[in-house]
Nanobody, 120 residues
Framework: VQLQACGGGLVQAGGSLRLSCAAS????????MAWYRQASGKEREVVAS??????TVYADSVKGRFTISRDGDKTAYLQMNNLEPADTAVYYC????????????????WGQGTLVTVSS
């Protein structure tokens, strides 16, 4: 199972970016997909998550600016608007996955990280 994230880049404050995350491999279901970020010198924090029923949860710091969405079961997006310098971080996608042939779920699946830099 792999998660492939992309879409980061350099943007000015007030600008927008859209991150994408695609899961591949022997996957039976993905009940939850999420985006985390880790700024330099700080701990990784959850930014947004979305269940396969469409329930979303956002960190207070991004509410009203970021939108998580899913396209089918294996792809997630993070639309980031009105970006601020404080949003500068490496963004990671994460998924809770049940593999084919298994009755267990695991959330230990991470994309490789994509850097978002917001200049003031």
């Amino acid at each position: 199972v792999q998660l492939q994230a992309c879409g980061g880049g350099l943007v000015q404050a007030g600008g927008s970016l859209r991150l994408s995350c695609a899961a591949s491999g022997s996957i039976l279901s993905i009940p939850l997909m999420a985006w985390y970020r880790q700024a330099s010198g700080k701990e990784r924090e959850v930014v947004a998550s979305m269940s396969n029923y469409g329930v979303t949860v956002y960190a207070d710091s991004v509410k009203g600016r970021f939108t998580i969405s899913r396209d089918g079961d294996k792809t997630a997006y993070l639309q980031m608007n009105n970006l601020e310098p404080a949003d500068t971080a490496v963004y990671y996608c994460n998924a809770l996955i049940r593999q084919q042939g298994s009755s267990r779920f695991s959330n230990d699946y991470w994309g490789q990280g994509t850097l978002v830099t917001v200049s003031s």
